[in-house]
């Protein structure tokens, strides 16, 4: 049972490029999400999905997009890099809005 | 605007002695609370939770947390601090998939 798995764990992009960082949950949860992490900023939610095939905006989802076409699977898409996605990227998964959120180790982005 | 408030960036605590890590929110409905704790280069990991019933809620590691809501506040607690309990501890309130809130998060230091 590896949890929450993330891909990569580290990347340099530069300005204007995109990349997908991949997210892979094993606990058959319902709920996935996709946070960023900026220093002293706590936790901010991009994207969510309650389901497969169902995704929805955040709170700071403009830049990024996601797509959920199995329970297990939840990519996060950055389309033309900016310096402002700098950030630790973590994506997590849960049991219903009540269950406790299973987190990954993290993907450290750094757009120059 | 709705928000969890962690008014203490940093605690230090000398090691045996008891612990407390102050969260406060600000969020409609009855929101399930929660508290994550984060070791460096590391995911956030699950503590404990308040959904309903008993205001005092143990959880992992001999941490509890106390929901009081008049004061809407969910303080962490510990009877006698480690020092591998160092670590930055995150407050959440969730009150719907989109509608969830970190606080900003506290370093913890327990001085041997």
Known sequence: NAGVTQTPKFRILKIGQSMTLQCTQDMNHNYMYWYRQDPGMGLKLIYYSVGAGITDKGEVPNGYNVSRSTTEDFPLRLELAAPSQTSVYFCASSYGQSGEQYFGPGTRLTVT | AQSVAQPEDQ????EGNPLTVKCTYSVSGNPYLFWYVQYPNRGLQFLLKYITGDNLVKGSYGFEAEFNKSQTSFHLKKPSALVSDSALYFCA?????????????????VIP
């Open chain 2, 11 to 14: 605690v230090n605590v000398a």
């Open chain 2, 93 to 109: 309130a969730v009150a719907g998939a989109n509608n969830l809130f970190f606080g900003t998060g506290t370093r913890l230091t």
